[in-house]
């Protein structure tokens, strides 16, 4: 062991900060998620993963004019050359390509089972074939043709394209959807007839506006169909910034039964909606009894989509039970647009609807560019061998005597007709049979028609109009057959494009029977709703230690208004809270009160009604009852409590009503003085921490109350009532201290109920 020399690696270790290294490596794997796997690229539309698939199936000759292949062959081909992750990830983005569901151009064209609008998964790929489709081809048509860069493929045994040539506009016609790190991208797809118009005038305009973009591409086109309903300026703010969101509803028509019946039939669900779980959800709203006006739901679709809606009764509007169910399931949906892409560069940016398209245009002027020098080039070879083969047919003699007679042919020839190495191997491998005078009046024919080409392709290359017209008939060709004329039904726009509805209002009634119910909270926050308005809430049992607090009469298409400690409100449908039988809920499940915090009081939600709110720092303001209402369990905050010197710690402290004939306020604090202030003094707020309404020096409020001056104060005294009408003498401005309370005000500085 001693013999073995010692090895020094000192030299060879570099230090590096844990976080240096840990950030290095992390951008590196978001930038290679965001590159070659989420991002579609901006030219042809496509993922590493979907280019891969398309160049592997051309590979392998699944052409539309052939037949199909095992999908099973097809993943194996992608995996094994071309990317190097999972075969059910591949079968996966194949399957996709596959779904008219899903794609709105399927690039895929498959044979047996790829899944159901339903959600059903797929076939295994042993038993599903597939190959390409016309669109597909139309993405790698003239990629043999130099129009594009190819790479090394991960093993360097092989070579891929960077990008497709995409003589069809494939990123906005179908759309993508992708996470990477810190970034996404969601495109809806268009229709393509729209999209090429759009191309066509940007050739003719190219600093056309985004409004006159929209003449020809009003909105998106999913392959479901469906109504998407946006106001135009809408539409047009989602397509300048390259984010918005498209509202699309279910397409629905009105079939009449006599005698005053009739039913609801759903032809097409919103882009992504699984009809299966949509299904589940409406019997499961129905269950619950929040579709009050829905009689019965069942699902008669065949190959063609039917799922018949069946009302409580005749007098139910057809527009009103829609209008519930688009509020409450997924036959209305939101697609939340994000154009961020790849660039020509590759780097990630958020385009907007002229960008991409001129992104495309761009591309499509390159291709043309280099499939032209590539042809000349190819002309100009084949030119090269003509002239050599038309030196040989006038030399014919001299030729084949050179040949049978010296010993280097190929010098001789070159020196004696100055020809090139090329031009005398054309000569050397010409076959007897094509000596033929008519073979010599061809070559010339042939020659004659390269130069002609040769020289369309010169001045092609040289005018950028005439570029430009030339990419505007390939889009011409492009729209005419996959335009949706009336060669291709098919391809017809499918998604109809309308205004926003107008804003109805549909009550909770709507959605939830009315019943009277009795809410009892008890101290604990344990919340339950007893059937029936009870007079007498003695004998409602509670949990050890707990009893009654708060007891509320009303109606399940009521809200609760409950207001925190914290300074929040929180919303709570009646129709939500558990039923009588046993102890009910704990309050902290329907709303999220954080811990320590607690329940001030619980009120009935009226419409223009207005509350008075303080904190115990005796600052406060009236809120109308209407900006209070929450739209999250997390509740909204209204009133803020910032810091206070006088108290320990500052809490929301009351919520009292303020009816519209209250013109005063008392408060009174903890410091046993009390405070008459006018009314008219508080501010009225949406939120805030409001005014001083009285100070103190030691503590904090206790209690406050509006009144009418003509009616007095009143406090309770166990179970009587007093009034006190004479208050001259309490009487001040906002924020000051108040004096003592008349003789037989309560101990505890309260004034009992609102």
């Not at 959807?177 to 191309?199: F, K, Q, Y």
């Not at 109809?496 to 709507?510: C, K």
């Not at 009034?723 to 005000?745: D, I, K, N, Q, S």
Request: aromatic share 6%.
């Amino acid at each position: 062991m001693s013999d073995i020399p010692e090895i020094s690696f000192a030299a060879k270790v570099e230090e590096v900060s844990f976080t240096s290294a840990l950030s290095d490596r992390y951008l590196a794997y978001a930038l290679s998620t965001i590159t070659s796997r989420s991002l579609p690229d901006v030219r042809d539309g496509l993922k590493p993963v979907h280019r891969r698939l398309l160049w592997a199936m051309m590979q392998l000759k699944l052409d539309p004019t052939n037949g199909y292949k095992k999908c099973a062959r097809v993943v194996g081909d992608v995996i094994g050359k071309y990317h190097p992750h999972g075969d059910m990830s591949v079968y996966d983005a194949m399957v996709r390509l596959a779904q008219q569901f899903a794609v709105r151009y399927p690039l895929v064209d498959g044979q047996g089972n790829f899944g159901s609008i339903d959600g059903d998964n797929a076939a295994a790929m042993r038993y599903t074939e597939a190959r390409l489709t016309e669109v597909a081809m139309a993405l790698l048509e003239d990629i043999k043709q130099d129009t594009v860069d190819f790479r090394p493929t991960y093993d360097n045994s092989d070579e891929e394209p960077v990008v497709l040539p995409a003589a069809f506009p494939n990123l906005l016609a179908n759309g993508a959807e992708g996470i990477a790190v810190g970034m996404a991208t969601s495109i809806p797809p268009h229709n393509a007839g729209e999209l090429c118009d759009a191309l066509l005038h940007l050739i003719k305009f190219p600093n056309a506006t985004i409004e006159k973009l929209i003449d020809f591409i009003p909105g998106p086109d999913f392959p479901t169909g469906g109504v998407v309903t946006e106001n135009v300026s809408d539409i047009i703010a989602a397509y300048s910034s390259g984010r918005g969101a498209f509202r699309t509803r279910a397409r629905w028509e009105k079939e009449d039964l006599g005698h005053g019946q009739y039913q609801i039939i759903v032809t097409e669900i919103p882009y992504q909606v699984s009809k299966s779980r949509l299904m589940e959800k409406i019997a499961d709203l129905y269950k619950e009894k929040k579709l009050p006006m829905l009689g019965n739901i069942r699902d008669e679709s065949a190959e063609d989509m039917r799922i018949v809606l069946e009302p409580k009764s005749r007098t139910v509007a057809p527009e009103m039970l829609m209008e519930s169910l688009f509020k409450l399931t997924e036959l209305e949906t939101r697609f939340n647009m994000n154009l961020n892409v790849l660039d020509a560069g590759g780097a990630p940016k958020v385009m907007n609807l002229r960008e991409a398209l001129w992104a495309f245009l761009t591309h499509r002027m390159e291709v043309l560019e280099r499939k032209s020098r590539y042809r000349l080039k190819q002309i100009d070879h084949r030119l090269e061998v003509l002239g050599g083969l038309l030196i040989a047919y006038l030399n014919l003699d001299e030729v084949i005597r050179i040949i049978r007679e010296e010993d280097d042919a190929k010098a001789v020839m070159m020196m004696k007709w100055s020809l090139t190495e090329i031009q005398v191997e054309a000569i050397l491998n010409m076959r007897l049979r094509s000596l033929r005078k008519l073979e010599e009046l061809e070559i010339k024919r042939e020659h004659d028609a390269l130069s002609d080409e040769k020289a369309g392709l010169i001045e092609l290359l040289n005018s950028e109009e005439l570029r430009w017209k030339t990419i505007a008939a390939q889009i011409k060709e492009t729209k005419k057959k996959f335009g949706g004329g009336q060669e291709n039904p098919i391809y017809a726009r499918r998604t109809t494009i309308l205004d926003a509805p107008t804003a109805q209002v549909i009550s909770i009634e709507a959605f939830v029977e009315k019943e009277p119910i009795t809410v009892i909270c008890s101290k604990l926050g344990w919340i339950r709703a007893m059937k029936g308005h009870l007079s007498d809430i003695s004998n409602v049992k509670y949990k050890e230690d707990d009893a009654a607090r708060f007891a509320i009469k009303c109606y399940t298409t009521d809200k609760l208004l409950a207001f925190g400690s914290n300074g929040r409100f929180y919303t709570i449908n009646c129709d939500k809270l558990p039923g009588g039988k046993g102890q009910g809920d704990a309050m902290r499940v329907l709303i999220d009160l954080p811990e320590g915090d607690d329940i001030i009081a619980l009120l009935l939600y009226q419409p223009e009604t207005k509350l008075l709110l303080a904190s115990r720092a005796g600052k406060g303001f009236i809120a109308p009852a209407d900006d209070v209402v929450a739209q999250t369990k997390s509740g909204k905050q209204v009133l803020g409590l910032g810091k206070a010197k006088n108290v320990k710690k500052n809490v929301a402290q009351l919520c009292r009503v303020v009816l519209p004939e209250h013109d005063y306020v008392a408060v009174v604090g903890e410091n046993r003085k009390l405070l008459v202030v006018p009314l008219s003094e508080l501010p009225e707020m949406k939120k805030g921490q409001g005014v001083q309404l009285q100070r103190y020096r030691d503590g904090g409020l206790s209690d406050a109350k509006t009144f009418r001056a003509e009616e007095g104060l009143s406090w309770q005294l166990g179970e009587r009532t007093r009034t006190e009408t004479e208050l001259t003498e309490w009487h001040g401005a906002r924020g000051h201290t108040g004096r003592m309370p008349p003789v037989g005000f309560p101990k505890d500085n309260h004034f009992g109920a609102a």
